[in-house]
């Protein structure tokens, strides 16, 4: 469903929370033009900068118990699963009476591809004008960091096993190669590190106990500088798209690897792809399943991912 505010949107109160390191640190040479384009076209907004994990949190509580309830967020999937999280996060009002904008401007930005947001500041510009608000599903993740139990929410492709692995590789890490050429790097070198753990995925009634390359949960449909795990993901859909790949050989996942692209993984026959509300990985033996949600790696296994729908309202295309 689509909803047109036409410009009622462009005179309200608006937090506009920033990365500057986002984009490997190239919002902060361009901020200053950024934010002067961004006060143009919202002339109420307040800006803060957020540069710690977790600083989101205080920020997004703090103005929305003062009556704000637009609230932008400067930077890439990273910055936006943190903006989001925040808004499930606080208890003012329902996650669903505040409106969210992503300014999409980090070196990841697979979430803006499933509803077709411009990345560019002309085609941005206007479809930000149009004003058209709509709503998705979002992913709730309960699991284990340093052996404590935490949730969070995702608004794109939760990655367990091979992807959180190379996300804990790239944590901290920049290339001034283009995002989606740096993934695939990583993701090479890492195949040669990488042991696939053994666990039990549990969905729909079905339990299948194995060692994993890969298991993927999508509200989106790309990952990974715009690979497609799960392209029968629907945002606003029933329910969950898990894909899942069982132990293969380097070999394989080198000579397919093209698969992983353009939504043709189905065609990859030890790809298992399905369509459910939960799913719930555990840990066999010592081995434990690592889990990132957004391109930001969350902890291990045990992981419960279910559906939470219609939980966020945005501005789109």
């Known amino acids: 469903m689509i909803q047109n505010t036409s410009a009622s949107h462009l005179q309200v109160r608006w937090l506009v929370i920033v990365n500057p390191r986002a984009g490997s640190g ?116 309960e699991f284990t960091n340093r052996q404590a139990p935490r949730t969070v929410y995702f608004l794109n492709v939760a990655g367990l096993a091979y992807d959180a692995y190379v996300v804990r590789y790239l944590q901290n890490r920049h290339s001034a190669l283009p995002a989606r050429l740096f993934y695939f790097w990583a993701t090479f070198r890492c195949l040669f590190q990488y042991t696939p753990p053994w666990g039990s995925l549990v969905y729909n009634g079905k339990t299948v106990t194995r060692a994993f390359y890969t298991i993927n949960v999508g509200i989106g449909r790309f990952s990974g500088g715009g690979m497609q795990f799960v392209p029968h993901a629907q945002p606003d859909g029933p329910d969950l798209a898990l894909t899942f790949v069982e132990q293969v050989s380097r070999l394989a996942v080198i000579v397919n690897s093209f698969r992983f692209y353009g939504g043709r993984i189905a065609s990859y026959q030890p790809a298992v792809l399905a369509h459910t509300t939960r799913v719930e990985v555990l840990p066999q033996g010592e081995d434990k399943i690592a889990v990132e949600a957004d391109g930001e790696f969350l902890g291990e296994s045990p992981v419960v991912i279910t559906l939470v729908s219609g939980a966020l309202r945005f501005v789109g295309k």
Do not use: Y
């Open 26 to 141: 190239n919002i902060q040479e361009h901020w200053p033009l950024l934010k002067s384009r961004i006060a143009e076209l919202l002339p109420l907004a307040e800006f803060q900068v957020s540069t710690a994990r977790g600083a989101a949190t205080a920020l997004v509580a703090a103005a929305v118990s003062q009556g704000i309830r637009h609230i932008m967020a400067v930077g890439g999937d990273g910055m936006a699963h943190q903006v989001v999280n925040a808004i499930m996060q606080q208890s003012t009002v329902p996650s669903t009476a505040i409106t969210f904008a992503l300014l999409p401007c980090g070196t990841g930005n697979d979430w803006i591809k499933s509803h077709g947001i411009p990345r560019a500041w002309p085609a941005w510009r206007a479809a930000f004008l149009n004003g058209n608000i709509h709503q998705q599903n979002l992913g709730q993740i």
